[in-house]
């Protein structure tokens, strides 16, 4: 069981980043959040740390709409690094749409769609679904 968990924050609004920063110092958790403004740079990231064979994030929060790579275009280019690690991927996104949500499921390393925003209780049920243990004060 890890004490500690990798975050991977894919979002272009620099809002949604830092609310998503504060509601991760608000869970109790432990966590290390690197946040990417486009797919690409999330890309870059990923492939830098298979090259380094550093620790992959145990959880990525992918935002649909992004400039350079977006979203889905994201999850395209994952899946051709042929990255093994169980990584939790989770479209988090303000589209309302039913086939944005439909076409989440078609990718194999997506466990779900969240709409924004990003409550406190939903990111703990992500943090406790890795099995990761809450700050003891």
């Not at 991760?24 to 690197?34: C, F, N, P, R």
């Not at 990231?45 to 889905?72: C, R």
């Not at 997506?110 to 709409?115: A, D, N």
């Not at 925003?117 to 679904?129: A, C, H, N």
């Amino acid at each position: 069981m890890s004490d500690k968990i990798n975050l991977l924050v894919i979002d272009d609004d620099d809002i949604n980043i830092f609310i998503i920063k504060k509601i991760v110092e608000k869970t109790g958790y432990e966590a290390q959040m690197v946040a990417k403004t486009n797919g690409q740079l999330a890309i870059d990231y990923l492939k830098e740390l298979k090259d380094a064979q550093l620790p992959f994030p145990q959880l990525i929060l992918i935002d649909i709409n992004m400039p350079v790579l977006n979203g889905w275009e994201f999850l395209e280019s994952y899946e051709k690094l042929g990255i093994q690690n169980d990584i939790d991927m989770y479209m988090l996104s303000s589209s309302v749409y039913e086939n944005d949500i439909e076409k989440a499921k078609t990718y194999k390393t997506v466990k779900g769609f969240i709409s924004k925003p990003l409550s406190i209780e939903r990111l703990i049920e992500l943090f406790e679904g890795k099995n990761i243990e809450p700050i003891q004060s």
